[in-house]
């Protein structure tokens, strides 16, 4: 009887443990997923207040293929 009642009070502390280490494991993935989101808007902002400077870079860059791209034609 001792011995089935310390394997049911070992079952149940590795069960318990498991839990814990998967609570553990899940908030860093919980973290990972604030970070990304996190660069996601920052990122947003950073085009948004840039937003007529990478207008002119971008039409810039398209005027000189185009124009690359006649001289070849």
């Not at 899940?26 to 996601?40: F, N, P, Q």
């Not at 948004?48 to 398209?62: A, G, H, P």
Request: some cysteine; aromatic content about 4%.
């Amino acid at each position: 009887m001792l011995k089935k009642l310390k394997n049911c009070a070992l079952a149940t502390y590795l069960k318990a443990k498991n839990g814990v280490n998967r609570l553990i494991h899940e908030e860093k993935g919980a973290a990972e997923v604030i970070a990304i989101l996190l660069i996601i808007i920052i990122l947003i902002a950073v085009i948004i207040i840039f937003r007529n400077e990478l207008m002119k870079l971008i039409n810039k860059i398209f005027g000189v293929i185009n124009t690359d791209a006649d001289e070849l034609l």
